[in-house]
């Protein structure tokens, strides 16, 4: 009968305290969810900008955008999504927008010019980069500038930007390809063949570098391929490449045998470089 009592008396306070709790008001719960829901959006946003199907992405952030327009951060996802599905043209057309945006930054910049490159507008690139301060010294704005100079063949000024770019980056090979095939473009096979053999030292699996380098040895008479890793499909198209090199400078009868190797070599049948034998040995 005591414990009932006891237990009778406590339940008023028991109340009592558990009233004088603070309780969430309706706006803190909001608050609550809305950084939830700012997080769940973020990791989303970054899963269609890397893993998803690129057509997805584009899909999600357009809807994204019917509710809110004038986000940038989607109107930015819908351009990135746009150019990893290959759709330039309206890439250019979004990056346009991204970049017009009050909040646009320096980087949204380069990335239209990215996009205006990617549809041959050499030009209009330029132009758009030359808006974006020379304090804003990235990889990718060095890039575009060095093949902006060479589209119209301004050859210190493509060097310079290669080379700079070539430096701030961990990962060269792809720029010291794009800089190779330049000098290759002008004649200077020597230096191209140097800036190949360069880009397969950061990378030895870039086969575009490889072919490249075979163009440079072979406008220089070299008709041995150089050491590298090489698959024997991979031999067998240096090869071909080579023999076909050999054709262009008049050694038809090195270029015979060349790719005669090529079709001995690879392992299954190289009908490219058959039909290139068979034409030299028709005459």
Not at 124 to 146: G, I, M, N, S
Request: aromatic content about 8%; some cysteine; overall charge negative.
């Amino acid at each position: 009968m005591r414990q009932l009592l006891f237990y009778t008396l406590c339940l008023p306070g028991a109340l009592l305290t558990a009233a004088c709790q603070p309780s969430l008001g309706n706006g803190q719960v909001d608050r609550s969810f809305q950084a939830v829901n700012v997080i769940d959006e973020n990791n989303l946003n970054d899963i269609m900008l890397t893993v998803a199907d690129p057509n997805e992405a584009v899909a999600y952030f357009q809807r994204a955008l019917e509710d809110d327009p004038k986000r940038i951060d989607m109107q930015r996802g819908l351009a990135q999504s746009l150019i990893r599905a290959q759709r330039t043209t309206e890439a250019e057309a979004a990056w346009a927008r991204v970049a017009a945006h009050p909040e646009a930054r320096n980087e949204d910049r380069v990335d239209y010019a990215d996009a205006l490159i990617r549809q041959g507008q050499w030009e209009k690139a330029r132009a758009v980069l030359d808006k974006v301060p020379p304090t804003h010294e990235t990889f990718k704005r060095y890039r575009l500038e060095a093949m902006a100079a060479d589209a119209r063949q301004d050859w210190p000024r493509a060097d310079s930007f290669y080379e700079v770019a070539a430096g701030l980056t961990t990962r060269p090979a792809g720029v010291l390809n794009n800089w190779g095939y330049s000098k290759l473009t002008r004649g200077d096979f020597s230096a191209a063949e140097q800036l190949f053999t360069d880009a397969l030292r950061n990378d030895s699996t870039l086969f575009t570098a490889k072919n490249n380098l075979v163009l440079a040895r072979g406008a220089q008479r070299k008709y041995t391929l150089p050491v590298l890793p090489l698959t024997q499909i991979e031999r067998a198209q240096l090869l071909h490449t080579l023999g076909l090199t050999a054709v262009r400078q008049g050694d038809v009868d090195i270029a015979k045998s060349l790719l005669r190797d090529a079709i001995e070599t690879h392992p299954q049948h190289f009908d490219e470089a058959v039909r290139a034998l068979a034409a030299l040995e028709a005459g």
